[in-house]
């Protein structure tokens, strides 16, 4: 199966995780932003520059945990502030460009994690348009445009999102799940490529809530 559960033990920075030597080629974090309304349960997809839905996503970055590369890109791509999970839930691969118009199934390992958003505000990328689907609404999407095999691969990822949160929801004891646990560096240990954007994003750190990241707008 092309969806993998994740191994419950402390991330570390990109730069020094055994996870990126493995995979030099390509390595990603994508974050799977939901909130729960009085619709039920919704799943916030961006759209690719080709125009396919997917998740906010991008490449793991040096001096970043995954989990805050995850953060960083929901925010710019969709504007997202909320909570994210600092350990991945699943693990997935996709296809990527190989060159000379090729494509490589398989190439890159992506990393997902759990976002809670509790407020949107514009993103700083154009021609995202975030966009809240129910549940079926978002695997049907995620399949629009993509082959059989990858279309379910990520409607797998939502299925696996959907028992996390319901897990979550009935759990006694929120502290005792080591996925909700998050450590984060001081923002002045971070290696940022873009100074500005990320100064403006780390503002509205508020700090744990519950074991995650809080972001406020």
Not at 17 to 45: D, M, S, W
Not at 83 to 101: D, L, M, S, T, W
Not at 145 to 151: I, L, V
Request: proline letters at 5%; a positive charge.
């Amino acid at each position: 199966m092309a969806i993998r559960p994740a191994h419950r033990s402390g991330r570390q920075p990109a730069s020094r995780n055994p996870q990126a030597k493995q995979h030099p080629v390509c390595v990603q974090v994508a974050a799977i932003c939901y909130r729960i309304t009085t619709r039920g349960l919704e799943f916030l997809l961006v759209k690719t520059r080709g125009g396919r839905w997917t998740f906010p996503k991008g490449g793991a970055e040096q001096g970043l945990t995954y989990s805050q590369t995850a953060a960083l890109e929901a925010f710019e791509e969709a504007g997202v502030h909320g909570c994210i999970e600092e350990e991945p839930f699943a693990h997935y691969r996709g296809v990527q460009g190989a060159g000379n118009g090729r494509r490589s199934r398989g190439s890159c390992l992506t990393s997902a994690h759990l976002c809670e958003v509790l407020a949107l505000t514009s993103p700083k990328e154009s021609k995202r348009f975030p966009t809240w689907f129910s549940t079926g609404k978002a695997k049907r999407r995620l399949k629009d445009d993509r082959s059989r095999e990858d279309g379910c691969e990520l409607a797998q990822v939502v299925d696996r999102a959907v028992a996390r949160i319901h897990r979550l929801r009935h759990e006694t004891s929120l502290s005792a799940d080591p996925l909700r646990q998050v450590q984060f560096e001081s923002t002045q240990t971070l290696g940022f490529r873009r100074q500005m954007e990320r100064a403006f994003y780390f503002h509205y750190l508020e700090g744990k809530k519950n074991g995650r990241l809080r972001l406020i707008p």
